[in-house]
């Protein structure tokens, strides 16, 4: 198994709203990220957790909220976002943060109203 | 920390010419360089990579070349094809975290 797998697909929220983005991975890697994309851009880091730890936060916002409640699990929260935080998020993970392939998730597509 | 720069932001080649796409980086630390490939809607999947003990790599019509000394690697693609459009990112990881190029929008006019 060499997917990671990310819930949902899109996601339309309200400015008031909480959600969660939700992503999951069976390949025992112990590395796993959290990133934004707009359009036409590359991935912008958010979270790395590295054995379930988070290891780096790249100054994000409070208003997201990231947790990995396990080895095979990471969790974004969202709360009171802004339009401008409407982007694709990607999961991604690897065997750790060193050289090791990352391999990303499908994404999901929010958008915020 | 880590800066990558990438060359061109656009690319237009007729199919079946070559493709080649230039990154640069500035941490000597960096010490993997993969290169991802994204089509629209779908998400970057890894198309070659290399470590920096090695010069250069080839998979069928698709090589990397790493100049450690210089910083810079790029990414060749041979006989292109139409499902070769796409995005492409290069990255260089410090063995902590990727860092991302802007990435090349590369389309292969039939």
Same mark, same amino acid.
């Given at each position: 198994d060499t997917e990671v797998t990310q819930t949902p697909k899109h996601l339309v929220m309200g400015m008031t709203n909480k959600k969660s983005l939700k992503c999951e991975q069976h390949? =025992?890697? +112990?590395a796993m990220y959290w990133y934004k994309q707009k359009a036409k851009k590359p991935p912008e880091l958010m979270f790395v957790y590295s054995y379930e730890k988070l !290891?780096?936060?790249? !100054?994000? $916002? !409070?208003r997201f909220s990231p947790e990995c409640p396990n080895s095979s699990l990471l969790n974004l929260h969202l709360h009171a976002?802004? $339009?401008? *935080? !409407?982007a694709l998020y990607l999961c991604a993970s690897s065997q *750790? +943060? =060193?050289e090791t392939e990352a391999f990303f998730g499908q994404g999901t597509r929010l958008t915020v109203v | 920390g880590e800066n990558v720069e990438q060359h061109p932001s656009t690319l237009s080649v007729q199919e079946g010419d070559s493709a080649v796409i230039k990154c640069t980086y500035s941490d000597?630390?960096?010490n993997y360089f993969p290169w991802y490939k994204q089509e629209l809607g779908k998400r970057p999947q890894l198309i070659i990579d290399i470590r920096s003990n090695v010069g250069e790599k080839k998979d069928q019509r698709i090589a990397v070349t790493l100049n450690k000394t210089a910083k810079h690697f790029s990414l060749h693609i041979t006989e292109?094809?139409?499902?070769?459009s796409a995005v492409y990112f290069c990255a260089a990881n410090t063995g902590n975290q990727f860092y991302f190029g802007t990435g090349t929008s590369l389309t292969v006019i039939p």
């Open positions: 390949m =025992g890697h +112990r !290891s780096i936060n790249e !100054s994000v $916002p !409070s976002l802004q $339009p401008e *935080d !409407s *750790d +943060r =060193g | 000597s630390a960096s292109t094809q139409p499902e070769d």
